[in-house]
């Protein structure tokens, strides 16, 4: 446990980011298996909107989003 006060506020505010950010991933996951399910237009649209808003957040790598957007896109072609 740390002993510097402003580490331990820095822990806190970890904590808060981390909890925030494990809740966005999950509904990020929850969008793309939406769109496994079903594949429709609409689907690949919420999943992409979904995939970009947490790459703006930082929560997933821009280059993260970008390939899995390929993947989705590629997924509603075939």
Known sequence: ???IKSQIKRNRQNEVAHERNKSTRSALK???????KDSTEEGYKAAARALDKAASKGVIHKNTAARKKSRLA?????
Request: aromatic share 6%; charged share 25%.
């Open 74 to 78: 590629k997924k509603l072609s075939s």
């Open 1 to 3: 446990m740390a002993n």
């Open 30 to 36: 929850t969008q793309i298996k939406k769109f496994s």
